[in-house]
């Protein structure tokens, strides 16, 4: 009976640890493979660009003052152009169709466009559901 509880014991205990043990491996996560890497990169890249976004249109409406639009345009149009650069250098900067990269003030002018004309595509779509029922 007691071999029992002491097998029960042993096993229990190499549950507990098997549960806590990344608690207290590595503390800093490192992305290890390039697919990661550039799904990290394109994914703040798309963050900057709605930030971009969603302040345009919060200038637009008037919540933010004309000195803050111009000061923050600025921050969040250098971290997106950063991280572009990035992409273009770790990723040979071509897009897939092999065609050679365009000026980065340029790319991220069509990529600010492409996301607005998503979203009016979305906004669009609701509404027109909105008429049908």
């Known amino acids: 009976m007691w071999v029992t509880m002491l097998l029960i014991g042993v096993v229990g205990i190499a549950a507990v640890g098997y549960v806590v043990w990344p ?4 503390t800093q ?3 290890s493979t390039e697919g990661e890497r550039l799904a990290d990169l394109l994914a703040r890249k798309e963050v900057a660009l709605e ?3 969603e302040l345009e249109f919060d200038h637009g409406v008037g919540k933010i003052e004309d000195a803050d639009f111009v000061r923050f345009n600025r921050i ?3 971290r997106a152009l ?3 650069e990035q992409l273009d250098a770790q990723y040979d ?3 897939a169709s092999g065609e050679p990269p365009i000026q980065l ?6 990529d600010i466009l492409n996301r607005r004309r998503v979203e009016e595509l979305h906004a669009n779509e609701g509404g027109s559901r ?3 029922e």
């Open 82 to 84: 950063r991280l572009i």
């Open 51 to 53: 930030a971009i976004r």
């Open 76 to 78: 969040l149009r250098n």
């Open 130 to 132: 909105l008429r049908e």
């Open 23 to 26: 608690l207290f491996g590595r």
């Open 29 to 31: 996560t490192s992305i």
């Open 105 to 110: 003030n340029e790319r991220l002018e069509l």
């Open 93 to 95: 900067g071509t897009n």
